[in-house]
């Protein structure tokens, strides 16, 4: 059977998809197409119901979740840290909702907690703009202050940036529960059956991976952009671990959490969902 499966460029995503890009693990007759593309365009991909398996950003699964399943293995959870709000060095703020922010997305789970943050009934004076280009935006001034997802969470200050708030560890002292950012999904219409091997097979890629660091990690920095082996190590290690290896009763909670804000950031009335990631245990 072949199988789309699409995930990011980015290093924590390669660090688990190894077991599978690579063919170490027995795929049991399953071929994977692996589609690499940013998270933004997965969201808008997940939205068009284009790929069978996919990486999202948790914060659209409530605009996705009639056509897919959360699985219960892939997920990037942040305990005590996460996304970042950085500005200018010396810059004050004393009401940061009034301030341009530039975001990579509405469509991201950074920008659904921000919101949370801000404690917002309404969209905010945010600027949408590709990931990368967000910290040169903030030095040159055309934006205020800047949300920083991926590598860019520990680099920033290599950039002559400083930090507003770490949103993941003020998400941790507000509701005392890890900050649940991305996971992945598959199409509900494949068989039950179907949907619990792909899903044991993502598990058996993260495990083989984090029981093979070193080559793993190898392949993970191919998607570095440029950082060095020690803060990619670094980034890897706090998103690829065993929250990573099943979702787990306080995360699922979390994402109910999450998920209040979704009206707002997406402008429409939005049903409460289940929350049924595909069983495997």
């Excluded at 004393?94 to 801000?118: C, D, F, Q």
């Excluded at 967000?134 to 997802?149: E, K, N």
Aim: hydrophobic share 45%; charged share 20%; glycine share 6%.
């Amino acid at each position: 059977m072949n199988v789309t499966v699409a995930h990011t460029p980015d290093a924590d995503d390669a660090f688990m998809f190894y077991g599978l890009a690579s063919g170490k693990i027995n795929t049991e007759g399953f071929e994977f197409e692996h589609i690499v593309n940013d998270i933004h365009s997965l969201n808008l991909d997940a939205l068009n119901s284009k790929w069978d398996i996919s990486a999202i950003s948790f914060a659209i699964y409530p605009l996705i979740y009639k056509r897919y399943q959360l699985l219960p293995c892939g997920a990037s959870v942040g305990d005590g840290y996460g996304p970042v709000v950085v500005a200018k060095a010396g810059s004050t703020f004393e009401n940061l909702a009034s301030r341009k922010i530039g975001i990579p997305g509405i469509t991201t789970s950074a920008y659904l907690v921000l919101l949370h943050y801000l404690k917002a009934d309404e969209p905010q004076n945010a600027v949408e703009m590709e990931f990368t280009e967000i910290p040169s935006r903030v030095l040159a001034g055309s934006i205020d202050a800047g949300l920083l997802i991926h590598e860019a969470q520990i680099t920033y200050r290599e950039m002559n940036l400083e930090l507003v708030v770490d949103l993941g560890d003020w998400w941790k002292k507000e509701f005392g529960i890890p900050l649940p950012l991305g996971g992945n999904v598959i199409r509900r219409t494949l068989p039950e059956e179907i949907k619990r091997k792909l899903a044991l097979l993502l598990r058996k890629s993260i495990e083989f991976s984090l029981s093979n660091p070193t080559e793993a990690m190898a392949y993970a920095m191919e998607y570095s952009r440029g950082i060095n082996a020690n803060k990619i190590q670094s980034f890897v290690s706090l998103y690829v671990n065993e929250n990573s290896l099943n979702l787990k009763p306080e995360v699922v909670r979390a994402l109910k959490i999450l998920f209040s804000k979704s009206n707002v950031a997406f402008g429409k009335k939005l049903q409460e969902i289940e929350i049924d990631p595909v069983q495997i245990d």
